[in-house]
C-alpha cells in the first residue's frame, strides 16, 4: 500500500462524526483486499477487520476515522476545501485537525505488515476503525451495537494518537494518560427587551458574563492545586443586535479531570456557579443543562504499559520514547477495553518536525510555533510519523501475539 | 382609502433597511393616484411627495419604512410569514416589530386628508417616507443623496412613534426627547487551542466576560447619577464547540445618552474598558472597534412643541394628551431637521389597547404584559391608532400651514 | 457675636456624633445669653432655643452640629488636629469636613439677628441644633425623645447645608431635593485556612470581589436609565495576611434614590446579589446585613420653596439664586418636618471661593480642583459664606414671621 | 529534660519574628547545660549550638522558633494568652499556631540524645534555631549575618515540620516538597469622594473587585493544568466608611509555585492583571507593588531522601512512613541549604490524633474536623509526636554521623 497517498486522499477528504461513509469504505475496501473478514456499518460507520492466525491471544489495534469542523489553513497542497451543509444550509468547512487520517493510515500499513508476517506470530488480530471519537462517543456505541458479539472479545486494546511530539518518538503513560471530559451546553434564561430599557429585561450577556468569570474560581480555589482540573467555556452565545436584549444566552462548557473526585467536585462546583449566577440575575427560570460527551479518565494498565514502552524502546531506542505525562485531552479509547474487561496500552505518537520543535524549545516559542492538535494550521510530518506508527502498532501488538 | 387594509398589507409584507421596494412602490402609488409631485428613489428606498398649495410655510411629515429580522408571534390574522436570504443563504423572518407600517399608514392618511381640504389652508407639504431608520441611517443617507436639492427645505420637521401607550393617546416631550445612540461592533483577538490546554492559549470568552462585566461600572461608576445613560451589550458571540477555545469574541454594543458630555463620557470609559481588559488578558493584539448605527439626540423644538401639544390637546382632549418624558431610545429624524436648520417636532401616538394598559397598571405588571417595541408581540390597536395617528399629523401640520 | 471666631474655634475642636459636648455647651451658652428658653440633652447633646416673640406661625431653624472622622489636610490655621479614641484604644482624627461648623455658626448668627430685630416681627423661633446628622440618625432620634413635647410644634422647617458652589449664592431645589439613603454592613461567611490550600477554604475575598462586581449591575441593568439610583460599597475588608485565608469579609454599602419604588428596587436587587454571589461560593451560611443610617428622601414642600427662593432674590439678586437640582447626598433634616406634619425648605448655601471655581470651570478641572464635602480639603471660605447664611436664614424665617 | 514540659511551657509563650527573646533564651540555655558551644543573636534572636565530636560529616538540624498573630482557641490547659502591642498601640493575640514549639521541642531532645550518645558516633552536629521562618526570612537573614563563618559549614541540611497527619508518622518527598512563595502587597490608587457622586471619584473597591476577579483566570486559563500554581488575595482592605468611596485598596497576595518556568509565568500574569485592571478603571496612577516573604521551592535532594525514608522505615516500621507529596505550604529553609551548597532533607512530622484523622477519613470529614497549621485550633498532640520528631532527627542525623 502507498501509505501516503493513503493518507493524503484520507486528509484531502474529511468527514464528520458518523458520516465518515467514504473513509470507511476505503477502509473496508483496503481490509478486504487484504483478506480480512471485514465487518462494516457498526455504530452506522464504524469498520472492523479480523485476521485470524491460529491459537493465542486477540489483540485490539484501534484507529479513530472522523474529523473536525476547521477551515484548513495549513498550505498543504493535499488540504482539504471540503464542506458540509448544517441544518441551516450552511457550508461547514472540513479538516482533519487531530489527525485521525494519520492514525487511520497507520492501522491500515500495520494491518498489511502484521498480515504479511503471518508465519511470525499467532493469535487473533482485530483492526478496529471508529467513528465519531470527537464528537458522539463512537467507541461506546459500537458497543452499544454489539461489537463484541460480532467480533472476537479482545486480551488487549491497543492504540496510538498523533500529537505535536517530534515525529519518530513514540510511548505511553501508565496509569491516568488522558483526562475524563464532561461537556454540557447551559442556557441562561433572561427576558428580552430593547436595549434602552434595561429595566424591563434581565440581561442574559450580563449573566453569561458573571458565569464566566465565576467558574474561573472552581479551579483557581476549589481544586487543590496538585490536581488537575480544566473548566472551559468555549463557546458563548446571545442577541443577535447590539440594541436588542435576548431572552438567553447559551454556554458551551467543557470540563476535564483526572480522577472522580475531583471530576465530582469540579461538576458540582460548576453546576453551583451556573445555579447561583441565574438567580443573581434574578432569572424568571433555572438555567437548562444538556450533556453532551462525557469521556471517562482513560488509564493505561501500567503493567502493559511498562511491557509497551520496552517494545519501543527495543524497536526505536531508549531516545526515542515518549513520556508524555498525563494529557488533559481526552479520548473514548477505554470504552472499548473497559466493555472487554481488557487492558488498555493508548500511546502518543509524535508527529511534528523535529528540526522545528528544536528550534521552537531554543527560543522559548513552542507554544506559538508548533500547532496543535484542533489548530486550522495543525500538519503532521507524513514522514517518519507514518512509518513509526506502522512500526509501533506492530512491535505492541506483537507482544501479545507471540 | 381604505387605511386599516392599507396597514394590514403593509404588516404582512415587512422589508429591511434599504430593500423596502414593495412598500415604496406601494407609496408612490398612493402618493402619485392623490396628485402630488413624487420622487423616489432617494436613498434607493425612499420617497418623498410634495404638495404644492400656495404661499405659505413648507412642512415636512415624516415617515419611516423598514421592518426588523424579527420572526412576529402576535398571531395577528395579518401577521406576517415573510423571510429574507441572509448572506449565508439562511431564511430570517421578518416583522414590522417597530410599528413603521403605522407610520406609513398615517402619513398615507394624512395626505389624503390634507390633499382633501386644499381649500383650508396654504403653503407645502412634504411627505417624506425614509428608508432604513432601524439601521443604516436612512435619514442622514437621504439628506447625502441630495433631498433638499429635490424637494423643498422645510420650515419645520414632523413626525410620530408608535409606543405602547394607551391607543387615543398622543404628545411630544420639549427638549431632549430620546437619546443619542452609538453602536458598535467589538472584536476582541485571543488566540485559540484546544479546551484542555488553556496555557497554550488567550481565552477570549473569559476576555469578553471580564470586558462585559466592566462595562457595567461605566454606568455604575463614572456617569452622575442624574445623568443617563445605557451600555448595552446587545450580543456576544465566540467560539463554536464547548471543546475548543476560539481566536476571537465579538460584541455588539450600543451607548444611549442625552447630552454630549455624558456622551462623550461614556465613550471613553467604553473605549478604555476595552482596551484594557484585552490587556489584562495579555491579548495579542489590540481590539477593533467598528462603529455601526451612531444618531444625535432627538431634539424637540420647546416652542414648536408647545404649539404642537396646544393643537392636540384641542383636537383629542387635554386627557389625550402624553407626557412622555425624555425616551431611552434613539431616531435619527432630527438629522432631518438639522440638515433643513428647522425645528422638530417628534411625539408618541399611543397604540395599546387601554383597557390592557389599565388592567396591567393595576396588576403592576405592565412590563410582562405590555409589549413593547421590537418585541415579537408588538402588534399596536389598528383604531383607534390609525385615526389618531392621521389627525394628529393632520392637526400638526395645519399649525404651520394657516 | 465675633461669627468667625465662633466659626474658626468650632472647626478647630470637631466631635462625632452624640458626642458634640463640648459644642453644644457652647451653642446653649450663647443661647442663654441671648435670653432664649434652652432645652439640652434632647438625644443627648441636641439644643433647641426657643424664642418666643407674640402671635404667629412657629419656625423651626436647623442646624447640625457633629463631625467626621477625616484627618484634615486643609492647612487652615484653625485647622483641626484633635483626635478622638476608638474602641481598640486607636486615635482616630477629626475634622468637620462637611461644614456643619458653618452651620452652626450661621444659625447662632440668625438667632442674635432676629432676637435684635424682635420689634419686626411675632411669633416663635425655634432654633434647633442637633446632634449626629452623619451616623446615628440624630433628627429621628430627637423627635423619638421627646423634641415636640419639649418645644413648640414648627408651622415650617428650615434649614441648609454648605456646599462648593460660588460662597455668595444660596438656593432650595423644589420636591425631591436630596436623595434617600439606606446604609448596611454586609459580613459575607466563607471559610478560613491557609492560602495554599484554597479548596479546603471558601474564600471570601474572591466572594467579596464577584459581589462588587454584581453589585454595578443593579444600577447599570435594573434601574431605569432616567431613574437616579447610587450603589457605593465604600468599604471592603477581608483578611489579615497575604497567605491566610479568611474566613469572612465585610462590605459597608450605602445606597441612594429618590422615590420609594426605586429604592425598593434597588435594595432587593441588592439583597438578591449578595445572597445568590454567597450560594455561588457555597459560603457555609448566608451573609448577615445590618442596617446603618437610613434616611428618606428630603422632600422640598414646592410652594414654600418658591416662596423662600423668591425671598433669597429679593435679598441678594436673582443671581444669586442657586438651582441646585436634585442632590444625590442625604439628609436627615426631613424627619424633623415629617413629624411635625409641617413643609420642609431645605437649601444650598455656596462656600467655594468664587474665583476659584471660575477658572477650574473655565478649565474643565471642577472635579479635581474644588474640593467637596467629606474631602480632608474642604473648607469653606468663612466670608461671604457666613454673612449669606446668617442671612439666608432670617429671610427665609421672616417669609413665616411677618 | 523534660520535653513536654518545655513544649508547654513554650506553647503558652509565643513570641513573633525576630523578638524570640525568651525563647532563645531558653533554648541557649538548655544547649549550654548540654555543654555545647552556643552562638546567640545570629539574625537578632537566631541561637546555633555546635557539638564537636571527632571526625566525621558537618549534619545541620534546624529548628524555627517564631510564632504566629493567630487568637488561641484550642482550649488546651497551656494555650497562650499572650499579647503583643501592635504600632497603634493595639494588643495583637500570639499563638504558635504552625507547631514551632514542636519543632524547637524535638530539636533540644534530639541534641541530648546524641550528646548523650557521643561514644555511638563521630562528626560535628549543628543545632541550629532560626528566628523568623512565618515572616521575614529569618534563614537568610541568618546566613547574611555571617552564619558560616561562626559555625561549621554543614554536609547535609535536615529538619522537620508537624503536620496534622497522624502522630508517630513521619516521611519526605522528593524533589520538590514545597511550594516557592512569593508574597507582595498592592495598593490600588483610585481617587476618594462622596459615596453619593461616584461619577467624581474613582472607585478602588470596584478596581480590587476587578483585579480580584481576573487574577483568578491566571491560575485558571494562563498554567497547565498539570502544573501546580496558587494565586491567593488573603487581604483586601478599602476605606473606612460605607458613604465614602476611598482613595485606595491595598490587597495582601501569595503566590505559590513548584518550578521556576511556572512561577515567573503567574507573577507576570499576576503583574499583568493587576496594572491592567487599574488601567480599565482609569486609575490617577499606577500601582504600588511592594513585594513581601519570596522564598524558593524546598527542593529535598532525591538521593539523600530516600536515605532518610529508609532509616525511618528502619527505625519505626514501614507503615509509619509518610508520602506527603509536594505541598503547597512554603519553607525557608532551602536557603540553610543552598548557602551551605549541602543536599537538604526538609520531613512531614505527623501531629494530629490518629483516631481523630481515622473517623473524619472515614466520615469524609478530614478538611472540617482536622485543624490545619495556622488555624486558631491547631493542636499537635504532644506524644507520641516528640518522641517521635526526636527519634526522627537522630536516625536521619545518625546516616551521616556514623
Redesign the interface.
Known amino acids: 500500500m502507498d501509505l501516503e497517498a493513503v493518507y493524503r486522499d484520507l486528509h484531502a477528504h474529511p468527514e464528520l462524526a458518523f458520516t465518515e461513509h467514504r473513509t470507511a469504505g476505503i477502509v473496508a475496501d483496503r481490509l478486504t483486499e487484504l483478506g480480512l473478514e471485514v465487518h462494516t456499518g457498526i455504530a452506522t460507520t464504524g469498520v472492523v477487520g479480523v485476521l485470524r492466525n491460529g491459537d493465542g491471544p486477540t489483540v485490539l489495534l484501534r484507529a479513530d476515522m472522523d474529523a473536525l ?1 476547521v477551515r484548513e489553513q495549513t498550505g498543504l497542497a493535499w488540504a482539504s476545501t471540503e464542506t458540509v451543509s448544517d441544518d ?4 461547514v468547512p472540513l479538516m482533519h485537525a487531530c489527525g485521525h487520517d494519520i492514525h487511520i493510515t497507520c492501522l491500515l500499513g500495520a494491518v498489511e505488515a502484521l498480515n504479511g508476517s503471518r508465519g511470525e506470530w499467532s493469535g487473533t488480530l482485530v483492526a478496529l476503525f471508529q467513528p465519531a471519537e470527537e464528537h458522539g462517543g463512537g467507541a461506546q456505541v459500537m458497543v452499544d451495537d454489539g461489537l463484541y458479539e460480532k467480533v472476537p472479545v479482545p486480551d488487549v486494546v491497543l492504540g496510538q494518537h498523533v500529537v505535536p511530539y517530534p515525529a519518530g518518538m513514540v510511548g505511553a503513560h501508565p496509569g491516568a494518560a488522558m ?1 475524563a ?1 464532561d ?3 447551559v442556557t441562561l434564561h433572561g427576558r ?10 434581565i ?1 442574559p ?2 449573566m ?7 467558574l ?31 431572552a438567553e ?1 447559551r454556554l ?3 470540563v ?1 479531570s483526572f480522577n472522580e473526585e475531583v471530576r465530582q467536585r469540579v461538576l458540582s ?1 460548576v453546576n ?2 451556573i ?3 441565574s ?4 432569572a424568571p427560570k433555572a438555567p437548562d443543562l444538556e450533556w ?2 462525557r469521556y471517562p479518565v482513560t488509564v493505561n494498565d501500567p503493567a502493559s504499559t511498562e511491557r509497551v514502552n520496552a517494545a519501543f524502546a527495543a524497536e526505536f531506542g531508549a531516545d526515542s520514547v515518549l513520556h508524555p ?6 479520548e473514548d479509547v477505554g470504552n472499548l477495553a473497559t466493555a472487554a474487561g481488557a487492558p488498555l496500552v493508548y500511546w502518543m505518537l509524535g508527529g511534528a518536525d523535529p528540526e522545528t520543535v528544536r528550534a521552537a524549545m531554543a527560543a522559548g516559542t513552542v ?1 506559538t510555533d508548533i500547532p ?4 486550522p494550521f495543525f500538519a503532521p510530518l507524513p514522514q517518519p510519523t507514518i512509518d513509526t506508527g506502522v512500526r509501533a502498532l506492530v512491535v505492541a501488538a506483537r507482544e501479545w501475539l507471540a
Do not use: C, F, W, Y
Not at 194 to 200: A, I, K, L, Q, V
Not at 279 to 282: D, K, L, R, V
Not at 325 to 330: K, V
Open positions: 469542523p441551516d444550509g450552511n457550508a483526562a471530559v461537556t454540557m451546553e428580552g427587551g430593547h436595549g434602552s430599557r434595561p429595566e424591563t429585561t440581561d450577556v450580563v453569561a458574563a458573571a458565569t464566566v468569570m465565576r474561573q474560581t472552581v479551579v483557581s480555589r476549589e481544586i487543590a492545586p496538585q490536581e488537575t482540573a480544566v473548566v472551559t467555556v468555549g463557546s458563548l452565545h446571545a442577541g443577535t443586535k447590539n440594541n436588542i436584549i435576548a444566552a458551551g462548557i467543557s476535564r462546583g453551583r456557579v445555579e447561583a449566577e438567580q443573581a440575575s434574578g453532551g460527551e505525562g498525563a494529557l488533559s485531552g481526552s507554544e496543535t492538535n484542533h489548530s
